[in-house]
């Protein structure tokens, strides 16, 4: 089990939260109820995840001090890694994300209307705590970025972003398959490779996991770093062990 | 009970540290300035952010000399470890100089920062009994220590080259990784931490 020397690839699951519950769309709407932030990322943790990724979706400034409670009481319990974004946009709101409890912290909006937050952001807490976000959504050839939850097209190229989030000091990049989320039909292989192909940094996929075939694509035909996922997980459609179990027949090196 | 003095130098990973402490029975004091020091069984230097960052806050804080005196258990986490050293080549920043040598970038690595767990090859030290001589660990960084004496190198870890997962000289202890977020291995590094601070306050 141990001592291969490599590098884990990283199972995250994902929970939106908003009002102080995880909450899952398809496609980044009609939300349902999953349950307690707070207890779901306990038992995730008990599970094996390798990591935990809360988003504040609503991401109001009304909103902040709820996602920071339930962060708070999260870190107090889990001893695994806690990635926390929304309505992150200004360096004051990442301290008081990581004081909060928070491992590292993703941004978004706030990167695409002010990119030169990620320098600020990167500059003072180091590039390994800054997750840059990116919503794509498939265009002609390429996909455009989307801000505001997925409500509010860029006009950006999303593989260009990358490569300009991750130089400006971006430690990690979350791609987002605006397309796949929450259906089940897997992540966007396409954009995660042309992303891989574009960053030296490590790149977790998200969007459309449904299957543990899909995370095998993912990790090993995409070479992503990690995969994300929400439904599967709070659904109990796949348990993180089997899925883990699933990736190491795969010949993918996990942490068991 | 023993009493930990949790240095916060702003942007810590202070609240898992300290939290993972407490798990284990400690009593943990959040430590700003100098008097905070006085009558704790250990010492523990968190860290997540920048060297430089780090050392500038420990500067105006008044933290240095008391660092640099402290003859008890010292624990470093990360960024915490990395100011035990002589300088680092994150901004080209002098350090603490507790343990001889420098932290270099891990140039060879295929991707940074290096995120996630690996495996951790350990010597025989106290801070990981009960955990044989390989575990995984969580990391979260883009620089290691090395340091000038290599028997002060207590673990390894490798990521495009082999670098010091874990330095050691005296009671000054440290990890590269992060093991308030290492899931029961590195709850065990955190009591193993507390046991010798325990030991200390006893032999006293």
Same mark, same amino acid.
């Given at each position: 089990?141990?001592?291969?020397?490599?590098?884990?690839?990283?199972?995250?699951?994902?929970?939106?939260?908003?009002?102080?519950?995880?909450?899952?769309?398809?496609?980044?709407?009609?939300?349902?109820?999953?349950?307690?932030? &707070?207890?779901?990322?306990?038992?995730y943790?008990?599970?094996?995840?390798?990591?935990?990724?809360?988003?504040?979706?609503?991401?109001?400034?009304?909103?902040?001090d709820?996602?920071?409670?339930? &962060?708070?009481?999260?870190?107090?319990?889990?001893?695994?890694?806690?990635? &926390?974004?929304?309505?992150?946009?200004? &360096?004051? #709101?990442m301290?008081?994300?990581?004081?909060?409890?928070?491992?590292?912290?993703?941004?978004?909006?706030?990167?695409?209307?002010?990119?030169?937050?990620?320098?600020?952001?990167?500059?003072?807490?180091?590039?390994?705590?800054?997750?840059?976000?990116?919503?794509?959504?498939r265009r002609? #050839?390429?996909?455009?970025?989307?801000?505001?939850?997925?409500?509010?097209?860029?006009?950006?190229?999303?593989?260009?972003?990358?490569?300009?989030?991750?130089?400006?000091?971006?430690?990690?990049?979350?791609?987002?398959?605006?397309?796949?989320?929450?259906?089940?039909?897997?992540?966007?292989?396409?954009?995660?490779?042309?992303?891989?192909?574009?960053?030296?940094v490590?790149?977790?996929?998200?969007?459309?996991?449904?299957?543990?075939?899909?995370?095998?694509?993912?990790?090993?035909?995409?070479?992503?770093?990690?995969?994300?996922?929400?439904?599967?997980?709070?659904?109990?459609?796949?348990?993180?062990?089997?899925?883990?179990?699933?990736?190491?027949?795969?010949?993918?090196?996990?942490?068991? | 009970?023993?009493?930990?003095?949790?240095?916060?130098?702003?942007?810590?990973?202070?609240?898992?540290?300290?939290?993972?402490?407490? +798990?284990?029975?400690?009593?943990?004091?959040?430590?700003?300035?100098?008097?905070?020091?006085?009558?704790?069984?250990?010492?523990?230097?968190?860290?997540?952010?920048?060297?430089?960052?780090?050392?500038?806050?420990?500067?105006s804080?008044?933290?240095?000399?008391?660092?640099?005196d402290?003859?008890?258990?010292?624990?470093? @986490?990360?960024?915490g470890? +990395?100011?035990?050293?002589?300088?680092s080549?994150?901004?080209?920043?002098?350090?603490?100089?507790? @343990?001889?040598?420098?932290?270099a970038?891990l140039?060879?690595?295929?991707?940074?920062?290096?995120?996630?767990?690996?495996?951790?090859?350990?010597?025989?030290?106290?801070? $990981?009994?009960?955990?044989?001589?390989?575990?995984?660990?969580? $990391?979260?960084?883009?620089?290691a220590?090395?340091?000038?004496?290599?028997?002060?190198?207590?673990?390894?870890?490798?990521?495009g080259?082999r670098?010091?997962?874990?330095?050691?000289?005296g009671?000054?202890?440290?990890? +590269?990784?992060?093991?308030?977020?290492?899931?029961?291995?590195?709850?065990?590094?955190?009591?193993? $931490?507390?046991?010798?601070?325990?030991?200390?306050?006893?032999?006293?």
């Open positions: 089990m141990n001592g291969d020397g490599v590098l884990r690839k990283r199972v995250i699951p994902c929970l939106d939260v908003t009002a102080g519950r995880v909450v899952k769309g398809v496609r980044f709407v009609d939300l349902t109820d999953e349950g307690d932030p &707070v207890e779901l990322a306990a038992r943790a008990a599970g094996g995840a390798d990591e935990i990724c809360f988003l504040d979706i609503t991401a109001s400034s009304d909103n902040r709820t996602m920071l409670d339930v &962060v708070r009481r999260t870190a107090r319990n889990v001893f695994v890694p806690l990635s &926390v974004g929304g309505g992150v946009r200004s &360096v004051a #709101d301290r008081a994300t990581l004081r909060a409890g928070a491992d590292k912290v993703v941004i978004n909006t706030a990167a695409l209307a002010d990119p030169a937050l990620i320098d600020r952001c990167a500059a003072a807490f180091g590039r390994q705590c800054v997750v840059l976000a990116i919503d794509a959504k002609g #050839d390429g996909w455009e970025v989307y801000s505001h939850g997925g409500r509010t097209g860029t006009g950006r190229d999303a593989v260009a972003w990358a490569a300009a989030g991750a130089g400006r000091g971006a430690g990690e990049l979350l791609v987002t398959s605006m397309d796949r989320d929450g259906t089940y039909e897997g992540y966007d292989l396409e954009l995660l490779r042309a992303i891989k192909a574009a960053v030296t490590p790149v977790i996929a998200s969007g459309g996991a449904g299957s543990i075939e899909h995370c095998v694509q993912a990790l090993n035909g995409a070479e992503a770093d990690a995969v994300l996922a929400a439904s599967i997980f709070h659904r109990d459609e796949i348990s993180l062990t089997s899925l883990k179990t699933g990736l190491a027949a795969a010949g993918i090196a996990v942490r068991l | 009970m023993t009493r930990l003095a949790v240095i916060d130098h702003g942007a810590g990973n202070l609240v898992s540290v300290a939290r993972g402490l407490e +798990q284990n029975g400690a009593a943990v004091e959040v430590v700003t300035a100098p008097g905070g020091l006085t009558g704790c069984d250990g010492v523990v230097l968190p860290g997540v952010g920048t060297t430089r960052a780090a050392m500038e806050r420990l500067a804080q008044g933290l240095i000399a008391p660092l640099r402290w003859e008890g258990p010292l624990l470093g @986490i990360c960024v470890l +990395q100011l035990f050293f002589d300088t080549a994150e901004d080209d920043t002098a350090c603490l100089g507790l @343990i001889g040598g420098h932290v970038r140039d060879a690595a295929p991707l940074l920062p290096h995120i996630g767990w690996n495996d951790v090859t350990l010597a025989p030290d106290p801070l $990981f009994a009960g955990l044989g001589s390989s575990t995984l660990f969580y $990391f979260v960084h883009s620089y220590p090395v340091p000038t004496k290599p028997g002060d190198a207590i673990a390894w870890s490798d990521y080259e670098f010091a997962a874990a330095a050691r000289s009671n000054r202890v440290g990890v +590269q990784f992060h093991p308030e977020r290492s899931g029961s291995a590195g709850l065990t590094v955190l009591a193993n $931490f507390i046991a010798e601070c325990e030991r200390g306050r006893r032999a006293a």
